[in-house]
């Protein structure tokens, strides 16, 4: 399995594929292989696919149990320097999207394309308390607890309700960029999101297209906050995303 040390990071890796870089950037309480699940076949066919485990997450590997949206933007950057990538794409899902928000706003020259699905670049904080340890607890959600447990276990050293309440504290806190620095990000984006998505429906990806410089949206109906996974309408994404990056190139 292929770890690289990245910043105070043993950070976890899978890549697969040769072409442009593209890097996949999962959300909360998940890790890159999972979330991405659907695309792999896809991108690798066109693409060198980069799926890293981001910090607090899976088996990416830190002493330190602290982290953040805008430090694993930064982890991310690092991450390309240390695997010799100039410029790539970005694909993030829910909290990577915020991640690749950071990224093509701090780092513009890095970043070819970004493609956001499930977010509405703005901090959503509705539903996080459902996610606290105790209210785990409370509610009997033993599954999920567990799923976390050994989904994390590398991540969190075995520190659970430690990396829970770490996700509630980055659901509610980002993103907060302002939307003059969301104006700022100039290479081309594909905001995605599905019809149903309560944290990121037409509305609010729409309001999001309109800072952006150069951006697109694609509305997938009858989807949920998870449209390019299994049983929504990842054919319909993964091709939308393909033509998006054919047509921006990495020069």
């Given at each position: ?30 890790r890159?292989?999972?979330?991405f ?20 997450h ?7 149990l602290?982290?953040?949206?805008p430090?694993i ?6 991450f ?5 990538i ?13 991640v690749g928000l ?12 970004l ?9 959503e ?13 409370a509610?009997?959600?033993?599954a999920?607890?567990?799923q ?6 590398e991540?969190h ?20 960029l302002t ?21 990121a429906?037409?509305?609010r ?13 694609l ?8 449209p390019h ?23």
């Amino acid at each position: 399995m292929p770890y690289i040390q990245v910043h105070d990071l043993e950070m976890f890796y899978e890549q697969m594929g040769t072409g442009e870089p593209v890097i996949f950037l999962h959300s909360h309480y998940s890790r890159s292989m999972l979330a991405f699940s659907s695309q792999v076949l896809d991108f690798q066919n066109q693409y060198s696919c980069c799926f890293p485990d981001l910090r607090g997450h899976g088996r990416t590997r830190c002493r330190n149990l602290d982290w953040s949206t805008p430090q694993i933007a930064e982890d991310v950057a690092g991450f390309m320097d240390r695997m010799n990538i100039e410029r790539a794409h970005l694909i993030g899902y829910s909290m990577g999207a915020g991640v690749g928000l950071y990224l093509a706003v701090n780092h513009p020259g890095r970043i070819a394309t970004l493609t956001t699905i499930g977010t509405s670049g703005f901090c959503e904080p509705a539903g996080a308390g459902e996610y606290e340890p105790e209210q785990l607890l409370a509610n009997q959600q033993q599954a999920f607890i567990n799923q976390m447990i050994e989904r994390h276990q590398e991540a969190h050293q075995g520190n659970w309700q430690y990396y829970l309440g770490q996700t509630v504290q980055d659901w509610i806190r980002y993103p907060d960029l302002t939307e003059e620095q969301l104006g700022s990000i100039t290479c081309p984006a594909l905001l995605i999101s599905g019809e149903h998505d309560p944290f990121a429906g037409e509305d609010r990806t729409v309001k999001l297209a309109s800072l952006l410089t150069d951006a697109r949206t694609l509305i997938v109906q009858g989807a949920g906050h998870r449209p390019h996974m299994l049983r929504e309408q990842p054919i319909l994404v993964n091709d939308t995303i393909l033509e998006f990056l054919t047509q921006n190139p990495i020069h």
